[in-house]
């Protein structure tokens, strides 16, 4: 098992910048894709980013250019930096860890931490 701890949540305005974190724990050399996820209200969740080991990633279309993901392996821990952060990037973020051989990291779950974008 692998337990994920979010961190970094909050309120912000537009164009302001959070950093959101994610410690993993537990079995994590079963894991490979470490990611977010973000689900606003009354919508569904969405894959924002993914990161490999071998620090291969991925962002949806509607983050580029403006959120980075980066990871540190020894730390076992996995980084979202949100930059010129808009009102629509408001909602909960989850943590996701996935296990080799899977493409998306939604095998575990974090608690989900909070991201407010005021206008």
């Known amino acids: 098992q692998v337990q994920l701890v979010e961190s970094g949540g909050g309120l912000v305005q537009a164009g302001g910048s959070l950093r959101l974190s994610c410690a993993a724990s537990?079995?994590?050399?079963?894991?490979?894709?470490m990611g977010w996820y973000r689900q606003a209200p009354g919508k569904q969740r969405e894959l924002v980013a993914v990161?490999?080991?071998?620090?291969?990633?991925n962002l949806a279309d509607s983050v580029k250019g403006r959120f980075t993901i980066s990871r540190h392996n020894a730390k076992n821990t996995v980084y979202l930096q949100m930059d010129s952060l808009k009102p629509e990037d408001t909602a909960v973020y989850y943590c996701?860890?996935?296990?080799?051989?899977?493409?998306?990291?939604?095998?575990?779950w974090g608690q989900g931490t909070q991201v407010t974008v005021s206008s």
């Open positions: 537990g079995d994590t050399f079963s894991i490979n894709a």
């Open positions: 996701g860890a996935g296990l080799w051989g899977r493409p998306e990291p939604n095998n575990y």
């Open positions: 990161i490999l080991r071998g620090n291969s990633t």
